[in-house]
């Protein structure tokens, strides 16, 4: 620039782009409806207007919720195009508050836990009297999720037909645990009442005739059915949790045949939240008590209860035993 002056036209002029700050208000989305999470895949979601299974739209997460999670049985809210038409998309803008969750982790060392399904109110864990053989330990594991979660557990017996429900569940007495069996072909009308008007999780391992069940509750669903391999572990055949109306009222959430179900997010205090008479009981523990009493924990407050609450003591310490276990 040696040898002229300077004017207006050496001056280098920002645009302004990308400098202007970024807001944080955003949008309260007064005009958005409330909707149940049906469905999820691959950063879609399907939910139901209203909790309307003839009102389901396709919806994605908005912006400024982030990496929120979002799993079958929410309740959010969503604005945008609310046709349901084909390639039409809306966005979920909230997550409403969860009233119950289910949660699982890969194993008891992984302290990452995760939400199998929100908001449901009752798990109803399937579980085959032969082929595959049931395992009292996984029963034991879904009920202190289910109890930890805010659920309320039922023990759905299948195969019937193979084998008598008596001495399987005779293991579970002291928890106040609905039991209710079923075989090939036979009733399920009993089932039926049980989930009529109620949010319900099934949870068992594959091939115990959980999508049988299904089916047989739900003649449209057409789920998926496989048959049990050789090793006596079954072949996954619902691959994604959905949720799928009844006739009358209420949903039934089908879930992927699970092989573990770790709980290293669930403490001992946890479970015993589930009753209310331990619950209380467990206020005179001392402290870093783990509830298993003698001769791990001498001055166990649930040591002097007697009578009925004495052999729930003892049905709920079965619990914190398989989940110390792993």
């Not at 391992?205 to 449209?220: F, I, Y």
């Not at 079954?234 to 949903?251: I, M, R």
Request: glycine share 10%.
């Amino acid at each position: 620039m040696s040898g002229r002056e300077l004017d207006e036209s050496d001056v280098r002029v920002r645009s302004g782009r990308g400098s202007r700050p970024r807001t944080k208000i955003r949008p309260d989305h007064a005009d958005a409806e409330r909707a149940m999470v049906v469905t999820v895949d691959r950063g879609r979601w399907g939910c139901a207007l209203g909790g309307d299974p003839d009102r389901v739209v396709t919806t994605m997460r908005a912006r400024e919720l982030g990496r929120t999670p979002i799993v079958v049985g929410d309740e959010v809210d969503i604005v945008g195009d609310l046709s349901g038409k084909p390639d039409t998309l809306a966005r979920i803008v909230r997550r409403g508050e969860r009233r119950t969750v289910l949660r699982r982790t890969a194993d008891d060392t992984d302290p990452t836990e995760r939400v199998v399904v929100a908001n449901a109110d009752q798990l109803l864990i399937v579980v085959a009297l032969v082929d595959p053989p049931p395992r009292t330990g996984f029963v034991e594991r879904a009920l202190i999720a289910a109890y930890a979660g805010g659920l309320t557990p039922i023990l759905c017996l299948t195969k019937t037909d193979l084998a008598p429900p008596e001495p399987f569940a005779e293991q579970f007495t002291g928890l106040d645990l609905t039991v209710i069996a079923t075989g090939q072909g036979g009733d399920v009308a009993p089932v039926a009442a049980l989930l009529a008007g109620r949010v319900t999780v099934l949870l068992g391992h594959s091939g115990v005739g959980k999508s049988t069940l299904v089916n047989r509750l739900l003649p449209d669903a057409h789920r998926a059915v496989g048959v049990v391999s050789g090793v006596g572990k079954g072949k996954h055949t619902s691959t994604q949790s959905v949720a799928l109306p009844l006739a009358d009222s209420g949903w039934v959430i089908d879930t992927p045949g699970v092989r573990s179900f770790g709980l290293a997010h669930i403490a001992p205090d946890d479970v015993m939240m589930a009753f209310s008479d331990l619950a209380e009981a467990i206020q005179d523990c001392p402290r870093g008590c783990t509830h298993l009493g003698p001769p791990a924990d001498p001055e166990c407050a649930l040591d002097r209860l007697i009578g009925s609450a004495a052999d729930r003591v003892v049905a709920a310490r079965r619990l914190l035993a398989a989940m110390r276990a792993g």
